[in-house]
């Protein structure tokens, strides 16, 4: 269960805002390299807590899940929990707009904690049905991009009686969308197709979930890097028309697909002889060069969507993301960078420019 370990620290009370920051194991120094020249403090497991603004740190790579303005919460029982929970929301969350409860654990290695989570939601349904009928019938239960009118309450439990406790109401998680996953614990489980030329196709999958948007019949995509296929395999399942280049050809069932042309050569010197629909790249090649080609086709605007790895060598080569953040993101209308979980060594930026 643990694809977040859980951490502690209590902290005095405090009116500064604190914010959770979790991230995957290995990465905990790489998300306060990020932060900097703000601080954040590590805790024991693979977390932070930050008391600086969100707003500046729109895009954290390394930062899968956020919890704003997070509480520390004690609960003696099920009940207890249940009580909180709801005496946090009530009065806060904007009235006849939708909401989602995120519940999970980071403690125990066995099904205790998931058991737990489970009661503690059924008894909070059990008072809404009793006490805000108007809060159980606008709870959702759904991983779609959070919309403008949409508020997140998280409940992170680090044992069976302590956790912690974030609200954020309506506009925020559409806000800080870059940093709050609409993910349970800001976990995409990894797509599964046996038929796919490499499980490369699952960063593309993963991306276009957390994106909100996916490749669709009739759109036209070119895939830089594409060898043996994977991405191209995706799209093309999907009904799109796919110019992939690469200097090694693709899989052969795919070569022969009446919806794919080939063209063997240099991915980063071709140019689009019009307005595409998707840029999609997973090439193997230096940062620079693929954050250059992000730069370039958005500078000139050759696509709507686009979706492409940064790939490193060492993590000395991390910091290189800023140029992203800082010059990508101003040209996009909906922006992310974001180590996914079906990345290793590298990192995946897409958006759309609107």
């Known amino acids: ?21 979790l991230t995957d194991p290995g990465f905990e120094t790489h998300l306060v390299d990020e932060l900097r020249p703000e601080t954040a403090r590590e805790l024991a497991g693979h977390g932070l807590l930050f008391d600086g ?19 520390e919460t004690t609960a003696v029982s099920i009940n207890a929990w249940a009580d909180a929970i709801l005496d946090a929301v009530i009065g806060v969350l904007p009235d006849d707009q939708p909401w989602r409860l995120h519940l999970w654990p980071a403690y125990g290695e066995g099904r205790a904690g998931l058991n737990r989570c489970e009661l503690i939601r059924k008894a909070v349904d059990e008072r809404m049905k009793k006490r805000r009928r108007h809060l159980l019938r606008s709870l959702e239960a759904s991983e779609a991009v959070f919309g403008p009118k949409t508020s997140l309450v998280q409940v992170l439990l680090t044992s069976p009686e302590n956790g912690w406790m ?8 559409f806000e800080l969308r870059g940093l709050v996953s609409p993910f349970l614990n800001g976990f995409v489980p990894w797509a599964e197709d046996k038929s796919a030329p490499s499980r490369a196709f699952a960063k593309l999958v993963e991306s276009e979930k957390r ?6 019949a009739g759109e036209t995509v070119v895939d830089l890097g594409a060898s043996p296929g994977s991405w191209s395999y995706v799209a093309l399942q999907r009904g799109a028309h796919v110019t992939a280049l690469d200097r090694s050809e693709l899989r052969e069932d795919l070569m022969r697909h009446p919806r794919l042309k080939f063209l063997s050569s240099d991915a ?18 230096a940062p620079q060069r693929s954050i250059d080609l992000v730069l370039e086709w958005l500078q000139k605007r050759r696509m709507r969507h686009f979706i492409v790895t940064i790939k490193f ?10 140029q992203l953040k800082d010059h990508a993101a101003p040209l996009c209308a909906d922006f992310h960078l974001k180590h996914l979980t079906a990345n290793k060594n590298e990192v995946c930026v897409f958006g759309s420019l609107g």
């Not at 643990?2 to 500064?16: D, G, M, Q, T, W």
């Not at 974030?166 to 998680?173: E, F, I």
């Not at 980063?268 to 193997?284: A, G, M, R, S």
């Not at 060598?313 to 800023?322: I, S």
Request: hydrophobic share 45%; charged share 20%; glycine share 4%.
């Open 268 to 285: 980063f010197k071709y140019e689009p002889p019009q307005t595409i629909d998707w840029l999609v790249c997973d090439v193997i090649a």
């Open 1 to 21: 269960m643990n694809h977040v370990r859980c951490f502690f620290e209590a902290h005095p009370a405090s009116l500064i805002p604190l914010h959770l920051l």
């Open 313 to 322: 060598q060492g993590t000395d080569e991390y910091p290189l993301l800023r």
């Open 211 to 216: 994106l909100g948007l996916a490749i669709s």
């Open 53 to 71: 603004a969100l707003e500046k740190h729109r895009w954290l790579a390394f930062a899968r899940q956020t919890l704003p303005d997070v509480r």
């Open 166 to 173: 974030s609200v954020l109401a309506a506009p925020g998680p």
